[in-house]
C-alpha cells in the first residue's frame, strides 16, 4: 500500500503561526523526508463557505492568500499536489454517500464542532453544511487513500470520526476506503498554541493572531503587547511560565543558537524559565527575545511570498494544474465506492 498524505486548510483568512507550527512546518518536513508516494494539499473552500455562506468573496480572496502561504512555507508543487476542494465535485458525492454512516447525535457529540459551533455562535441556527464538516473531510480524506493526516491537537477528534465512517462503510460494502492515522508536531508547545491575548488558541476569528504575511513592524507590535503572567507586575516578582503565551512561543520557536545569538547570558530556554520563575526578570526583556526569534523565523517566509505575489497568474496555473490531477484520483476512488455500493449501474454499459 502506498502512503499517502492529506492535508489543508480553510481558505478564511491568512494562515498564521499556530498554522505553521502546528501542521505547515511538519507538512514541508513529511514532504521532503522521501517517505511518501503522494502528497495532497487541499484548499478546502467548499468547507470555509459553510460558515461564510453570505460571503463568497471573502473566501475567493483568501485562496490565492493561502496559496502563497503554503509556498512561501515550502510546500512545493513539484513533490505535493495543492488543489482546490470544490474544483473536484466528486467529493461532493462521496461526503452525501457517507452521510449515511453517521447519526444526528454523533455528529453534535464531536468536540471540535461543539467548540467551533460555540465561537461562531450558530448553537440556536446551525447551518447543515458547518454540522457534516467531519463528514465531508472524510471524503477528502478517503478520496485520495491518506494514510496519513497531519492535524494539529484540535483536529483528532475529526480524524477520529473519519476512522469510524470508514469502518462502518468497509463493515457494510467490503474493504474499500483507507482508514488514516494522524500525525501531531513532535514538540508538545506546537498542538495548540494560544493566542497574543492569552486565549486558549490562536484565532483568525478572534483576532489574536500573527500571520505569516505580517510585516516586522507588525509582529514587533504584536509580540510586544503580549499577554504574559498578570500576577508578575514586578520585576522581583516570581513568574509562572506554564500558561505564559510569551515562554510556550519560545518553547516553540526558539533554539540554543537562537540564545547564542540573541540573548547569550543564558544557556538555553530552561535557564531563562527559572530565571523568571524565581523573580528578577523583566517581561519586556523576555518579549524582546521572543520578538527576535519570530523575525528571525518569519523574514524569509515573508521575503518568498512577496516575490510569489507578483505573479499571481502562475500561482492560480499551479492550482488549475493541481485540482486537474486531484479530480482525476477522487474519480477512481468514486468509481471503487459506487462499485462496492452495487450502484454502477451502467458500468457493465461502457
Avoid at 60 to 81: F, M, W
Avoid at 111 to 116: A, I, L, N, R
Avoid at 256 to 267: R, S, V, W
Amino acid at each position: 500500500m502506498k502512503n499517502i498524505i492529506l492535508t489543508g486548510d480553510r481558505p478564511s483568512g491568512k494562515l498564521h503561526i499556530g498554522h505553521y507550527v502546528g501542521s505547515l512546518k511538519r507538512r514541508v518536513e513529511l514532504q521532503n523526508s522521501g517517505k511518501f508516494d503522494e502528497i495532497y494539499v487541499m484548499v478546502a473552500d467548499a468547507q470555509a463557505l459553510t460558515d461564510n455562506f453570505d460571503n463568497p468573496e471573502k473566501v475567493r480572496a483568501n485562496i490565492t492568500e493561502v496559496a502563497l502561504d503554503y509556498l512561501a512555507c515550502g510546500i512545493d508543487p513539484k513533490k505535493s499536489t495543492i488543489f482546490v476542494q470544490s474544483h473536484v465535485e466528486q467529493l461532493t458525492e462521496l461526503t452525501f454517500y457517507y452521510m449515511n454512516l453517521v447519526t444526528l447525535s454523533r455528529l453534535e457529540r464531536n468536540p471540535t464542532v461543539k467548540t467551533e459551533l460555540k465561537q461562531k455562535n450558530f448553537e440556536t441556527s446551525i447551518p447543515m453544511g458547518f454540522l457534516t464538516y467531519p463528514v465531508s473531510q472524510t471524503a477528502d480524506i478517503t478520496a485520495f487513500k491518506a494514510t496519513t493526516v497531519p492535524v494539529g491537537e484540535d483536529q483528532l477528534p475529526m480524524l477520529e470520526q473519519a476512522r469510524e465512517i470508514v469502518r462502518s462503510f468497509n463493515g457494510l460494502y467490503g474493504e474499500t476506503l483507507v482508514e488514516p492515522k494522524a500525525v501531531l508536531p513532535e514538540n508538545k508547545s506546537c498542538l495548540r498554541l494560544p493566542g497574543t491575548d492569552g486565549m486558549a488558541k490562536m484565532s483568525k476569528s478572534l483576532g489574536n493572531c500573527i500571520y505569516l504575511s505580517d510585516s516586522a513592524d507588525e509582529i514587533k507590535r504584536k509580540v510586544m503587547g503580549m499577554y504574559t503572567d498578570p500576577n508578575h507586575i514586578k520585576v522581583t516578582d516570581p513568574g509562572n511560565t506554564s500558561n505564559n503565551p510569551t515562554f510556550i512561543y519560545l518553547d516553540a520557536f526558539s533554539t540554543d543558537e537562537h540564545f547564542k545569538t540573541y540573548l547569550p547570558e543564558y544557556a538555553n530556554l530552561d535557564e531563562l524559565k527559572a530565571h523568571y520563575e524565581r523573580g528578577g526578570l523583566g517581561d519586556m526583556k523576555v518579549k524582546k527575545l521572543l520578538n527576535a526569534v519570530m523575525q528571525e523565523t518569519l523574514e524569509p517566509i515573508r521575503l518568498r511570498r512577496e516575490e510569489l505575489a507578483k505573479d499571481l497568474d502562475a500561482v492560480w496555473d499551479m492550482l488549475y494544474q493541481g485540482s486537474e490531477k486531484a479530480r482525476a484520483v477522487a474519480a477512481q476512488t468514486l468509481s471503487e465506492v459506487k462499485k462496492a455500493m452495487r450502484i454502477d449501474y451502467f458500468a457493465d454499459r461502457k
